[in-house]
Each structure stands twice: as structure tokens, then as C-alpha cells.
């Protein structure tokens, strides 16, 4: 099958492959881009293992055809760390035992840094509610959802200052 | 170091007890894991499978002639092909064979027909396509009961006139075995002349372990130095390697099976498949890596199910509610191939434990294994062998019998424990329970839901619900649950027969850090984490100094494995065996540094200390640089230990678990409104991830009470083959749950733990369940089979009129 050109910008550089029309963005990215971080868990848009952020919103990127992505700005987990190493999501991740055997883990991670974006002070069953495309078969998610509330509260006390700054 | 407090010290160690964060999780979280199918190796080649599209059929045919012809097409290979290495069949660890790719018939949808090898995924489900079977289809039996009538289709025709399984007489072409228990006679006598007998058979459903990460694996033959390495979703690591020797003649020195992060197992990852056989073949065929990995469908319809129970039971009481006997007839539906994950000698696994919590004089179980046109399989999903449908059939035996007689099923079970002082017990069914202190346990659970009140409300709802005040009614789901764990003893339990010992080797490095090596593999329960918190309060050296590798075969000591919550039971004692072993080392360099005999030492915390003189001491860090730039007479240099443990006894987790619901009559759906879960695991390693095991297996558990099966329809269709119909909870619909404890230690392990991570399946599903049936016990309910979705529970309403 005939090959085609995408460029695309993944956590915050240009990169371009050649890939087929028909591949899925997961393929390319874990593949072609080698970043494995996100995973395959159920190739139906159930589980959320695989969802990256697309241009400022979450998807599932098992069905995604990669050539959905030409152009397009996309964070994966491995682009979510902080300049001081992990972020305060994940460090909260850490914190708070929100993972188990960390295969739903960048999945949910990358939700979860969107949903906060979108939300930046959720109430826990907002957070549920947000959270509900991805699944998690280790930890119950009582500790996920923990781990996402504290992240949200440390996160809003880092940017008060900002805000202040900027008011004034 | 001298100026730090005893209590400074200790808590530097992040020992026994401390809730020390996961040192897994920097990589998980950063995306920086390594599963299967992130190895990626040059000139990998891709496999997968022609499967079956009938659950019973002939084949009459396979066309690969236009797969084959496809750009990237590398072979496809059929079980002609894998006859003359004798691989086209594959041994079970039950004892029987199942075929690794169709062997002239098919015996459930979605069987192996032939593996395709490509150059990549796409082109591999491009000829997967393009390949023509050809079946001449065959009556299909999905109902256990139906495959043993006399008239009955021969599933298994390799079978014919076998009339002698692993497990002794075959009583019918679809029986598998008769595994019995207990005094038969004696059990019969009394359930015939008891004041009170109730009856009920409790159907446990099929269904899947389904971990986030499916099965996979990457084979790699080079051809060169004649090595094997196999990377895979291996739960047992080592045994798959004895296996593949076995099945491919190659020595075991020359393979190496590595299994690296796992994406969670929860039983499905125990077992051998077809795709670890062909991609084996494969890559020797071809002299090029081989990567298989399932697709969700593959797993769910493929590699090992769980339960599929059928447990006819009879308890006997006295009219005061004192059991005197329990009568258990099981007939098991295992699908196409006996392919459970059993201790050898254990053909049901611990189902035997199903008296449960309970002191019952005389007890008998008798379970038929039975073959059906279903996927094989019978593993333990979350759960040591068949425990949870043990607990599962005496905990709704006690709500049936407490109907009977008219009385709280929270007091039915208090005046039928098993007390305090009777342990070690001796069970009627044969097990020696370890210890347990099961009335203080109940007692603190009813108080901490606040039973009576719970019970007074209920009585209120009911009252209200008659008159027209309210559609919802309350249901109280109580469970106490006592689990088997830790297989276990090399005298009795087997795999393949290996022994079921485990296994840890360690070395002290001379700056004082440490290296650890088990014969298990964490597939999320933080291993890295908890064994090295057991070797720091064993050694005295922080366990943040201490790493810990398991899951390479080529590096690791031999070990059985992680399932059945047998890694802290088994390994977790090797780990504190082969510590103290290092201690007596250390405490002998000691000795010789001190010039003391060695009596006149004591351990404190990290260092031996000369008895009543505190001041003169060696700590672990001085210890093992000497133990390299030392020449003490007599010993050895270095600081290295080798355990492989034996465990006398398996240990007997128990818990009491209670779950409040809410339920619409009119809809069926159930709201849950709490779930407590007090657990006793013994010694409690790390109580952070002890919680997280807790809140894991619980939604599990969840899970498989209200929705979760694998169903067939009468052709053997498997209806639940994604995500879309097998119901994995989300955080929307998952109960908040409320932890507890009590800490009965092990008498004869080390440090006393018993293991928890599977308490919560086992224990949670009795309650779920046990609370839709307690919401419509006062309108006459006695049992309704799992799982309780929200059809399922509007039909219970329905039947039992309350629709008006």
C-alpha cells in the first residue's frame, strides 16, 4: 500500500513519517515514533489506554487514522513531565498509589492533565465523571481519583499567585 | 548513623509496615514501562490467527494460496506443519492436551486454525482475510448438563475410548474427572436426619480475568549460539521455560524466558497458549524475532476464562441454626481442553475450603469436570484455585439456610464460626487453618456499619415499599470470608510437577546496598516495593538501597510464580529466610571485628551490638565491606544468600465484608451505597498498597456480581467478545470503599503475612451479591443467579410481582 507524508508537531516538536493512509495514530506514535508510552488495550475506544492529547482535546488514539493527525498538535505522556521531572500529576500519581501495574497509567494520566485544563478545581464526582473513558482494572480507582483531586488543589495553589501578579 | 534515635533508625529503613511509596512508579508514570509489546527488535516479524468461526466443526479445508501470494506474507503455518515436531497438540497443566492449531476439527469459536507470519501487523490481518476455511459444521453443546446425557455429540474424538483421565475414571465421552472429598456417608446421614436441610444449587457464571494488557509475547531464536529468548505476559516465568524445553527439546540452559512489566494478570497470564507455541516455531522457522500479541477479542474469547460453577449444595442445621453438615455437588463446565491452573493433585483446586468460615463437623464435596464446545481455561481469576466459588457457594448457603430457619444471617454466621481457641483447625474437607480470630472480626464490621440501625432502616424501607411510599428498596450484603492461600507445600501441590516451593537470592554489595532476585514476577502488586521493605527490617539496610529483580529466568532463582496470593506467603518467606541467612553471616564477621564470641552479640535495628555494651557495635554497612576486605578465618568472603522456601502449611486470609445497596424496583439498578472491607492478611507489610489490593480486587468483584460474564448463545456464539458487552466498572460507577483491618498473624510463616490481593474477589462477591438478594429477601427471594445486571434484578422484581 502506497505510503503518505505526515507531519505532525508531537510534545512540542515537528516530526514527519511516512506512514499508510489506513494506520492508526497508536501505531505511528508507538512504532514509527517509537514512544510506547501510551498503550493498546482494547482497539474499540473502551479502555482509554491509549488516549494522547489532540489538539487541545483527548482522544482515543486507537481510533484515530494517523492521517486524522496531519498537522496536528499532539501530547503524549512522555511529553507531560515537568522541567524539574515528573509533573505534579504524576508525582500526585505516585503520591497517593493511584497506579497499579501502570498499564492504564499514561492513559489516564494524559486524561487526567486535559480534564484539569478544562476543569481546574473539579469536585470529585466531576472527576469521575471525566474520567469515566478510561478504565482501570488494578486499583478501583478510589486512588486515582484521590491522586487527581490533590494534583487539581496543589496545581490551583502554584497559578494563585500568577493570577494576582497578572491582576495587578 | 550513631547520632540517629532507635525510632530514627528504624523508620529509615522504610521496613515492615511502613506505607513506602512505590519505586515502580517513576517509570509507569512517565510512560517509561516496558511491556511486551513495546520490544521492538530488527527484523521483528508479526503472527496471528485464523480462528474459528464455529464453536463445533470439521475442517475441511484451509486455502492460504492468496495469503500467501500477498508482498510481506512470510509462511502460514497449520498444524501439519507443526505434527512432524509433534507441537500440533500441547500439554495442559491439568493434565490433558489441547490442540495448538486445529487439528482436523474445531471445539469452540475463536480456536486457533493457523498462524500467519508477516512482515507487520497490517499485512498479517490483511491475510488473515484472504485465507478460505472450509467447515463441515457439527452439533455444539454449551450446557454441562446437556454434554453429559447419554446421546450427547463426542467433543473430544482424541478421546475416544479413553475411559481414564489425569484425574481417574471418565464416566461419559464429555466427562472429564470425578474429584470427591470428605465422608460421603457420614454427610448423606445427617443432612437425611437434620431438624432443618436447605437446598439450592448457586451457578457462579463464566467469566474473564481480562487484564488491561491482552497475552503476548516475542520469540527470538538465534541461530548462531542455538538460544531461545522468550519475552512474554508470563505470570510463572520459569515454568514456562520448563515447559518449552520439554515441548521443544532444547535445553533449558539454552532458553531464557523473560517477562518484563506486565500489564496486570489477575489469573489469564498463568497458563501456555498456542501464540507463545507458534511464535516459538516461527522464529525458529524463519531464524527472525516473532511478536504475538492478542487483541482484546482474541483475549476475551480465547485464553482462560474463570468459574463456570454449577454447585448443587445442602446444608444441615439444628433448629437453633448450629450447621451439622454441608453436601456439595459441583459439575464444572471447562470448555473445549481441560486447561486449568491447578495444583497437580487438585483437580478443582481449593474448592474443598467451601466450609468457609465455619465449624461443620462433617462435610463432603464431589465435583464433575465436564468438556463443552467453550473456549478452555478454568484459571484463578483473582483468586487461589477456585476459592472464590467456594466462598461464593457457602456464603449464599448461609443467607439460604438462614432464610430457612427464619433468622439474621449476621448471627447465623457468629454461632457457626470457628472460635479463637480452636485454632490450628482441622477442617471437615481436610485443610489445617493456621489462625483466626473470626468473632472479634465480625463483631468490629457489624459495629463499624452500624448493623442494627442498617437493619432498622431496611425494616422501614420494606414498610414503606408495601405501602406505596417508595419504589427503592435496601439491600444488606454481608459476607465473611476465610480464603487458601499460598500453594504450598511441595509434598502435596504440584505444577507440572514442580514443586511449589519459591525462591530469593541475594547479594550485599560491599559499599552496603543490596541486590535481591525472586522466583515470582509482579504484575502490579509492587513487589519491588514490599519484598525489599521484608529484607530491610531482615538486614538492616534501607530498602530504598535494596533493589529487587525478578521475571529473567537466565538471572533469577527458580520460582512458580505470582497467582493464587502465594508471592508474599511463598517468596516473601524465601526473602526473609535467605535475609537471616545473611544476618548470621554478618553476625559472625561481627564477631570477628569485635573479638566477641558470637552469643555475645544482639540485633538492633541495622547493626549487632555487644550485649550491654551499647556502645561497641558493627552496622550492615561496616559488616558487608568487610565481608570483601576482610580474611576472617574460616568463612568465606562475600555476603550472599540463597532461600528456596518450602512453606509447611498454606496460610488462611479471612475477612468480613459489607455492602449497603440501594435498588430500584422499577429499573433495576442497583446504587451502591457504602462497601466496608475489613481484612486480616497477617503481618502487614505495606498498608498503602495493601489498600490498593483492597480497592482493586473489590471493584473486581464489582464487577463480576453485577454484569460481568462471558456468555454463549445455543451455537456457541460467544456474546461478550469486547468491551462493548463485557462490562469492566468505570470510575463513574465504581462504589467508594471504606478499608479495615485486624492483624492475625501466621504461626508458621516468617513474618507472619498471609497475602491479600485476592481477599477482595473473594470475599466482595458473596457481598454484592448477597445484598440484591437480601433487598428482596422479605418478598419471598431465595436465589437468583449472577450476574446481577440491571435486566437481571428488574426481572427478580418482576417475578416476584412487584411490578403491580
Known amino acids: 500500500m502506497s505510503k503518505m507524508h505526515l507531519k505532525l508537531r508531537v510534545n512540542g516538536k515537528s516530526v514527519e513519517t511516512l506512514c499508510e493512509p489506513r494506520e492508526l495514530l497508536i501505531h505511528v506514535l508507538r512504532e514509527r515514533l517509537n514512544l510506547t508510552g501510551a498503550h493498546i488495550g482494547c482497539e474499540t475506544s ?20 494517523a492521517a486524522q493527525s496531519q498537522g496536528a498538535e499532539v501530547t503524549t505522556i512522555e511529553g507531560l513531565a515537568g522541567p524539574d521531572g515528573m509533573s505534579v500529576l504524576q508525582q500526585a500519581f505516585r503520591e497517593h498509589h493511584g497506579l497499579q501495574c501502570g498499564y492504564c497509567t499514561p492513559g489516564m494520566i494524559t486524561r487526567a492533565h486535559r480534564l484539569l485544563l478544562e476543569n481546574p478545581l473539579p ?45 495587578e | 548513623m550513631n547520632d540517629l534515635s532507635h525510632d530514627q533508625r528504624v523508620a529509615g529503613l522504610k521496613g515492615l509496615g511502613s506505607s513506602r511509596k ?37 475442517i475441511k479445508s484451509v486455502n492460504t494460496a492468496a495469503a500467501l501470494a500477498l508482498p510481506g506474507v512470510i509462511a502460514v503455518l497449520q498444524a501439519a506443519d507443526l505434527a512432524p515436531l509433534g507441537l500440533h497438540w500441547m500439554p495442559t497443566l491439568a493434565g490433558d492436551k489441547q490442540m495448538v492449531l486445529a487439528d482436523g476439527k474445531v471445539l469452540f469459536q475463536g480456536q486457533e486454525i493457523a498462524f500467519v507470519i508477516a512482515e507487520d501487523r497490517y499485512i498479517c490481518a490483511d491475510a488473515i482475510e484472504l485465507i478460505e476455511v472450509e467447515y463441515e459444521e457439527l452439533p455444539v453443546v454449551v450446557d454441562p448438563f446437556k454434554a453429559m446425557l447419554p446421546g450427547a455429540p463426542v467433543l473430544r474424538e482424541d478421546l475416544a475410548g ?25 454427610t448423606e446421614a445427617v443432612v437425611a436426619s437434620a431438624d432443618v436441610v436447605a437446598e439450592e444449587m448457586i451457578y457462579y457464571h463464566r467469566t474473564h480475568p481480562c487484564p488491561l494488557e ?52 489477575f489469573g489469564n497470564k498463568v497458563g501456555v497458549y498456542p501464540g507463545y507455541v507458534c511464535s516459538i516455531v516461527a522464529s525458529i522457522v524463519t531464524g527472525r524475532p516473532v511478536k504475538w500479541v492478542e487483541d482484546r477479542m482474541d483475549n476475551l474469547m480465547t485464553t482462560a476464562f474463570a468459574r ?185 501441590c504440584d505444577i507440572l510437577g514442580m514443586g511449589m516451593f519459591d525462591s530469593c537470592e541475594i547479594r550485599i554489595h560491599p559499599t552496603g546496598s543490596a541486590l535481591a532476585r525472586l522466583g515470582t514476577i509482579s504484575q502490579g502488586q509492587g513487589h519491588a516495593t514490599t519484598f525489599a521493605q521484608i529484607l530491610a527490617t531482615e538486614i538492616g539496610i534501607s530498602a530504598d ?4 529483580e525478578e521475571g529473567d529466568t537466565d538471572t533469577a532463582p527458580y520460582g512458580l510464580g505470582t497467582y493464587g496470593s502465594r508471592s508474599t506467603p511463598v517468596a516473601g518467606a524465601a526473602t526473609a529466610m535467605a535475609g537471616r541467612k545473611i544476618r548470621a553471616k554478618a553476625q559472625m564477621i561481627a564477631a570477628y571485628l569485635l573479638e566477641v564470641h558470637d552469643n555475645d552479640l544482639e540485633w538492633d535495628v541495622d547493626r549487632f551490638v555487644v550485649k550491654g555494651v551499647p556502645e561497641r557495635f558493627k552496622t550492615m554497612k561496616e559488616l558487608a565491606y568487610a565481608a570483601y576486605n576482610q580474611a576472617i578465618p574460616g568463612l568465606e568472603p562475600g555476603l550472599e544468600a ?56 473489590a471493584t473486581e468483584a464489582f464487577a463480576i456480581a453485577m454484569g460481568q460474564e462471558i456468555a454463549y448463545d445455543e451455537m456457541g456464539n460467544c456474546m461478550t467478545g469486547s468491551l462493548m458487552d463485557f462490562f469492566l466498572p468505570t470510575s463513574w460507577e465504581t462504589p467508594h470503599y471504606t478499608t479495615d483491618h485486624t492483624e492475625t498473624p501466621s504461626p508458621h510463616h516468617p513474618i507472619g503475612a498471609k497475602g491479600v490481593g485476592e481477599s477482595p474477589n473473594v470475599g466482595g462477591v458473596p457481598a454484592f451479591s448477597n445484598a440484591v438478594h437480601d433487598a428482596f429477601r422479605p418478598f419471598g427471594l431465595k436465589q437468583s443467579h449472577m450476574p446481577h445486571d440491571h435486566w437481571r434484578i428488574w426481572r427478580i422484581a418482576n417475578q416476584l410481582g412487584l411490578h403491580g
Request: proline share 4%; with cysteine.
Open chain 1, 123 to 167: 469536585t470529585e464526582e466531576e472527576v469521575r465523571f471525566g474520567m469515566a473513558g478510561n478504565l482501570c482494572r488494578c486499583t478501583g480507582y478510589q486512588n486515582i481519583v484521590k491522586a487527581i483531586l490533590h494534583a487539581s488543589v496543589e496545581m490551583n495553589a502554584a497559578r494563585k499567585p500568577q493570577v494576582t501578579e497578572a491582576a
Open chain 2, 308 to 492: 463456570d460453577y454449577w454447585m448443587q449444595g445442602k446444608i444441615a442445621a439444628t433448629k437453633e441454626g448450629k450447621i451439622t453438615g454441608l453436601w456439595c455437588h459441583v459439575t464444572a463446565d471447562h470448555g473445549a481442553f481441560d486447561a486449568c491452573a491447578d495444583p497437580t493433585k487438585f483437580p478443582a483446586g481449593f474448592f474443598s475450603i467451601c466450609t468457609g468460615s465455619y465449624d461443620i463437623p462433617v462435610a463432603y464435596v464431589g465435583v464433575d469436570g465436564v468438556y463443552t464446545n467453550k473456549a478452555p481455561g478454568g484459571v484463578s481469576y483473582r483468586c487461589s484455585f477456585r476459592v472464590t466459588e467456594a466462598a461464593y457457594f457457602i456464603e449464599r448457603m448461609i443467607e439460604v439456610l438462614a432464610i430457612k430457619l427464619g433468622m439474621d444471617s449476621a448471627e447465623l454466621r457468629r454461632i457457626n464460626f470457628i472460635r479463637k481457641d480452636q485454632f490450628p483447625y482441622h477442617s471437615a474437607l481436610g485443610w489445617e487453618y493456621d489462625s483466626g480470630d473470626y468473632h472479634t472480626a465480625w463483631d468490629k464490621a457489624l459495629a463499624a456499619v452500624g448493623y442494627d440501625a442498617l437493619r432498622a432502616e431496611q425494616t422501614q424501607r420494606v414498610a414503606d415499599f408495601k405501602a406505596g411510599k417508595t419504589r427503592s428498596l435496601m439491600g444488606i450484603g454481608l459476607s465473611f470470608f476465610t480464603e487458601i492461600v499460598g500453594a504450598g507445600p511441595v509434598k502435596n
Open chain 2, 162 to 186: 479413553q475411559t481414564k483421565g489425569a484425574h481417574g475414571a471418565r464416566i461419559h465421552h464429555n466427562h472429564i474427572f470425578r474429584w470427591e472429598v470428605g465422608d460421603k456417608d457420614g
Open chain 2, 642 to 697: 540463597v532461600s528456596y522456601y518450602d512453606p509447611p502449611n498454606m496460610t488462611y486470609p479471612f475477612g468480613a465484608y459489607i455492602c449497603v445497596m440501594d435498588i430500584d424496583a422499577d429499573t433495576g439498578v442497583a446504587d451502591i451505597r457504602s462497601f466496608y472491607a475489613l481484612d486480616d492478611c497477617g503481618t502487614r507489610i505495606n498498608p498503602m498498597i495493601i489498600e490498593g489490593q483492597v480497592h482493586g480486587g
Open chain 1, 46 to 65: 473502551h479502555c482509554g489506554a491509549c488516549t494522547v492529547d489532540m489538539n487541545g482535546m483527548s482522544v482515543k488514539s486507537c481510533t484515530v487514522f
Open chain 2, 545 to 548: 538501597l535494596i533493589t529487587i
Open chain 2, 214 to 265: 491482552t497475552c503476548g509475547c516475542v520469540a527470538s531464536m538465534d541461530k548462531i549460539n542455538g538460544k531461545l529468548t522468550l519475552w512474554g505476559t508470563f505470570q510463572a516465568p520459569h515454568v514456562v521455560r520448563t515447559v518449552a524445553s520439554l515441548l521443544s527439546g532444547i535445553p533449558e540452559s539454552s532458553i531464557r524466558v523473560v517477562s518484563p512489566d506486565i500489564g496486570g494478570g
Open chain 2, 22 to 58: 512505590r519505586v515502580e512508579d517513576a517509570r509507569f508514570t512517565q510512560g517509561k514501562g516496558n511491556y511486551v509489546d513495546d520490544i521492538k527488535m530488527p527484523d521483528m516479524l508479526f503472527g496471528d490467527f485464523v480462528r474459528s468461526q464455529y464453536a463445533h466443526a470439521r
